[in-house]
């Protein structure tokens, strides 16, 4: 899984509003799908997606192609926010290293053309392992059934309630 890098990323997933929550982490989302080649803001995203790949997208005529684009937006980029409400440095980076890999473990329950922003709340730096690893299953899966809901329709904001909401735990 890559990683979101530029601060532009971030705001235009953040900017989406799509987000599934859980009792210590929320998942800010943002999915592309073949029609993103028709947008320009969505056409800059899939360039900065492929740069982050250390990939060129240019056509010959210095425009950027549709099959390129697509070509290029063949995988998912992971981007973590731990406030310093979370605790010291120390604490923030235990979390982050604990994020990176259950993303890692999970990240094929995602759609494969995807943004994600895992932020952690306060809480995340006291939860045991096995609690977390639970609920980052729980998120992808509902990202991506979301996405699959949805279908081509990303902006459309009614979807179902987190997982947390959910009455009986996880299914």
């Given at each position: 899984?890559?990683?979101?890098?530029?601060?532009?990323?971030?705001?235009?997933?953040?900017?989406?509003?799509?987000?599934?929550t859980?009792?210590?982490?929320?998942v800010?989302f943002?999915?592309?799908?073949?029609?993103?080649?028709?947008?320009?803001?969505?056409?800059?995203t899939a360039a900065?997606?492929?740069?982050s790949?250390g990939?060129?997208?240019?056509?010959?005529?210095?425009?950027?192609?549709?099959?390129?684009?697509?070509?290029?937006?063949?995988?998912?980029r992971?981007?973590?926010?731990?406030?310093?409400?979370?605790?010291?440095?120390?604490?923030?980076?235990?979390?982050?290293?604990?994020?990176?890999?259950?993303?890692?473990t999970?990240?094929n329950n995602?759609?494969?053309?995807?943004?994600?922003?895992?932020r952690?709340k306060?809480?995340?730096?006291r939860?045991?392992?096995?609690?977390?690893?639970?609920q980052?299953d729980?998120l992808?899966?509902?990202?991506?059934?979301?996405?699959?809901?949805?279908g081509k329709?990303?902006?459309?904001?009614?979807?179902?309630?987190?997982?947390?909401?959910?009455?009986?735990?996880?299914s």
């Amino acid at each position: 899984m890559n990683r979101l890098q530029s601060h532009r990323d971030f705001v235009r997933v953040l900017k989406r509003r799509r987000k599934v929550t859980q009792k210590d982490i929320v998942v800010h989302f943002l999915v592309y799908d073949d029609s993103c080649c028709t947008h320009a803001d969505d056409r800059h995203t899939a360039a900065a997606h492929a740069e982050s790949n250390g990939e060129a997208m240019e056509a010959t005529d210095g425009s950027v192609s549709a099959d390129a684009l697509r070509q290029k937006m063949s995988g998912r980029r992971l981007g973590l926010a731990v406030s310093k409400n979370v605790g010291n440095a120390v604490t923030r980076n235990h979390v982050k290293r604990r994020f990176r890999v259950l993303a890692r473990t999970y990240e094929n329950n995602l759609p494969r053309h995807c943004d994600i922003v895992m932020r952690a709340k306060p809480s995340a730096a006291r939860a045991d392992f096995s609690s977390l690893d639970a609920q980052v299953d729980d998120l992808f899966a509902e990202v991506s059934l979301k996405a699959t809901r949805n279908g081509k329709s990303w902006s459309n904001r009614d979807g179902l309630k987190s997982s947390a909401n959910r009455q009986g735990g996880r299914s």
